[in-house]
């Protein structure tokens, strides 16, 4: 048994969706799941990492509510560091949005 499977067959995955768990998981999802979360999220990771849908991730994007991706090349990512800001001011209209200020 690898350690990979072994961390997927423990409590250790409480961080992975209910979809990553029922379906086999793929080698990037062993190494995230031995490593933990990347500090580059692709859109789906990063929508799921905030708990919502990717539309609606979009959306939150759209209006400047969520950060804007950064480009390596040809990859779209999100920092997860500047997620965690954003969703700190989520639903907090007396707080300032830190992507607001330019």
Request: glycine share 8%; hydrophobic share 40%.
């Amino acid at each position: 048994m690898s350690i990979a499977s072994g961390v997927l067959q423990g409590s250790a995955v409480s961080f992975l969706s209910d979809e990553l768990c029922t379906k086999k998981p793929s080698r990037v999802q062993n190494i995230r799941a031995v490593w933990g979360p990347c500090r580059g999220l692709r859109r789906d990771e990063a929508a799921r990492y905030i708990g919502i849908s990717p539309t609606k991730f979009d959306q939150l994007v759209a209006d400047g509510r969520m950060p804007k991706p950064v480009r390596i090349d040809g990859c779209v990512i999100w920092d997860l560091r500047q997620l965690d800001l954003a969703f700190d001011v989520l639903g907090e209209p007396d707080q300032v949005n830190p992507w607001d200020a330019e």
